[in-house]
């Protein structure tokens, strides 16, 4: 299976490197792409770099958040169709109905701990690069 990139847009450095070594475990079918902040994350979606299939996108983020990010996604006639899970620490109700209503595909809780997050890398794979059909890129 060709890899496919899927962009990680966190801040954390930490949350960055368990994502790395979930990815190192599952199954291969995700090249990590990573922007440290909301501003990084929209250059490289409008850059000429290989465009992801995926978003992961922390919700709380320096220079554009989460929210800003979703909104200048969806605004973006050749981004608006690219999948965005949101994948935060925030458990609030008004960030999880806000995301859904700015169109987010999905809202998850990160996990704590490596096996957890192994578990979670695998379904997202599973589900998001094995299972569902994507939108064509522009």
Do not use: H
């Not at 899927?6 to 954390?12: G, N, R, S």
């Not at 299939?53 to 169709?81: K, N, Q, T």
């Amino acid at each position: 299976m060709t890899a496919r990139p899927v962009l990680l847009v966190e801040d954390d450095p930490s949350d960055v490197l368990l994502m790395t070594e979930a990815l190192k475990a599952s199954r291969g079918g995700a090249e990590l792409l990573v922007a440290a902040d909301g501003a990084a994350a929209m250059e490289l979606l409008r850059g000429p770099g290989p465009r992801p299939v995926l978003v992961l996108l922390d919700w709380r983020l320096p220079c554009l958040s989460g929210e800003g990010v979703l909104r200048a996604i969806r605004a973006d006639a050749d981004l608006r169709l690219l999948p965005v899970v949101v994948l935060t620490t925030s458990a609030s109700e008004a960030d999880l109905r806000l995301a859904y209503s700015l169109g987010a595909n999905a809202f998850v809780t990160k996990p704590t701990g490596l096996p957890a997050l192994r578990a979670l890398v695998a379904s997202v794979e599973s589900f998001w690069l094995e299972q569902a059909t994507l939108p064509p890129g522009p």
